[in-house]
């Protein structure tokens, strides 16, 4: 029996809730303690972005904005800023996906990229221009800001390929879902 649309859309943003509930707080366990290593990847970025250009209908805004919101609270980032970065950076790809739809994955990616990089460039300047405390929540240098953005466009493809897998793929121009 073909699951009903608007079913679908809860079902789509019940599980976006979820994994990314669940990404924040294992992004909060302390799971190598006293130990500085690499900056790992944003994947919670990177889960919202794929499932933006995936099922845009499934994550509305608020969901968004709530979701990074409580992630910039809890993990002691200036609360609101990234959060509204991620919203204008999503917005920008939500708006743009049907005409990046029949392009390839590389295209995709590489669009993704540009939008991280911008979000990663506008946070330094605003937290410089604001001269937002460092007791509040310290600047990390550029070289890691560059390194957790690497690392996040190379988890990209990953997550991409999880929602795939999981059913979750870029509807092409002209299809139309009835199940």
């Known amino acids: ?18 994994a990314s509930l669940a990404l924040i707080v294992v992004a909060l366990l302390p799971l190598a303690p ?9 994947w ?9 250009l995936r099922r845009p209908e499934q994550v509305p805004v608020l969901a968004i904005a709530a979701v990074m919101l409580i992630a910039d609270i809890l993990t002691l980032q200036p609360p609101g800023l990234g ?23 590389l295209v995709e990616w590489l669009r993704v990229a540009m939008l991280m990089g911008l979000m990663v460039l506008a946070e330094r300047v605003i937290r410089t221009v604001f001269l937002v405390p ?17 690392a996040t466009i190379g988890a ?3 997550v991409a390929g999880m929602l795939s897998a999981l059913g979750l793929r870029r509807s092409r121009r002209g299809a139309f879902e009835l199940g």
């Not at 029996?1 to 809730?17: A, D, F, I, N």
């Not at 991620?86 to 392009?103: I, L």
């Open 156 to 158: 990209y493809p990953l």
């Open 34 to 42: 006293g130990r500085i290593g690499w900056p790992g990847p944003d």
């Open 134 to 150: 460092p007791t509040l929540a310290p600047l990390p240098p550029p070289g890691q800001d560059v390194l957790r953005l690497i």
């Open 83 to 105: 959060a509204a970065l991620a919203v204008m950076a999503t917005e920008v790809a939500r708006q743009r996906q049907q005409r990046w739809r029949d392009q390839g994955f």
């Open 1 to 18: 029996m073909p699951v009903p649309y608007r079913h679908r859309q809860l079902l789509g943003l019940t599980l976006y809730l979820l």
């Open 44 to 52: 919670l970025l990177a889960l919202t972005f794929a499932w933006v």
